[in-house]
């Protein structure tokens, strides 16, 4: 079926460093990319999304990467803080139904 | 606006037991979506409906039943409970009518089977 691989599983990254989270999905007709952060104990909550009609769209630290060619998106934070350690999730939908497909996450570390 | 509230925010349950969760929007949203939490293996999507009186399946249906009869609730119905549905589950609703938006997260429910 249909599916979202998101990579690595887990990241440790310096504070002040950048870190980078990539996806890749399988069909070719998703249209939309979202990414939540989900912090210890937390729900989900979107942070940045981009359309496949962009390469890329920036939002202060974070910017996120679109290929449509190669099917891969990324999520770019730069100089990382204490308050981004979280797990991060890509999504994308899945065109001809009303389905968003989540990757398994990323934890990410931001070390002192 | 409360947003997206569910209850029980933790529930037991025996093996075979029934139950339904609940969901409730205050925004108005069209489409509602429900997902299960696991360790390692992401928010599996459950159920969902694109607006009242539809429904349609997600990636793990099996053992859940979801109604829509009203835009602001979605509750999710566990059949015959099984250890293997011990999760955490969210509830999630979006202004659209598909999920090309953002999508707010309710609490979630932590739910154990034994």
């Known amino acids: 079926g249909e599916n979202v691989e998101q990579h690595p599983s887990t990241l440790s990254v310096q504070e002040g460093d950048s870190a980078v989270i990539k996806c890749t999905y399988s069909d070719s007709a998703s249209n939309y990319f979202p990414w939540y952060k989900q912090e210890l104990g937390k729900r989900p909550q979107l942070i940045i999304d981009i359309r496949s009609n962009v390469g890329e769209k920036k939002d202060q630290r974070i910017a996120v990467t679109l290929n449509k060619t190669a099917k891969h998106f990324s999520l770019h934070i730069t100089e990382t803080q204490p308050e981004d350690s979280a797990v991060y999730f890509c999504?994308?939908?899945?065109?001809?139904?009303?389905?968003?497909?989540f990757g398994k996450g990323t934890r990410l570390h931001i070390l002192p | 606006n409360a947003g997206v509230t569910q209850t029980p925010k933790f529930q037991v349950l025996k093996t075979g037991q029934s139950m339904t969760l609940q969901c409730a929007q205050d925004?108005?949203?069209?489409?509602m979506s429900w997902y299960r939490q696991d360790p390692g293996m992401g928010l599996r999507l459950i159920h969902y409906?694109?607006?009242?009186?539809?429904?349609d399946q997600g990636e793990v249906p099996n053992g859940y039943n979801v109604s829509r009869s009203t835009t602001e609730d979605f509750p999710l119905r566990l059949l015959s409970a099984a250890p293997s549905q011990t999760s955490v589950y969210f509830c999630?609703?979006?202004?659209?009518?598909?999920?090309?938006?953002?999508?707010?997260f309710g609490p979630g429910t932590r739910l154990l089977v034994l």
């Open positions: 999504a994308a939908n899945l065109n001809r139904d009303d389905k968003i497909i």
């Open positions: 409906s694109v607006g009242a009186g539809i429904t």
């Open positions: 999630a609703s979006s202004r659209a009518r598909g999920p090309q938006e953002t999508q707010y």
């Open positions: 925004m108005n949203h069209e489409y």
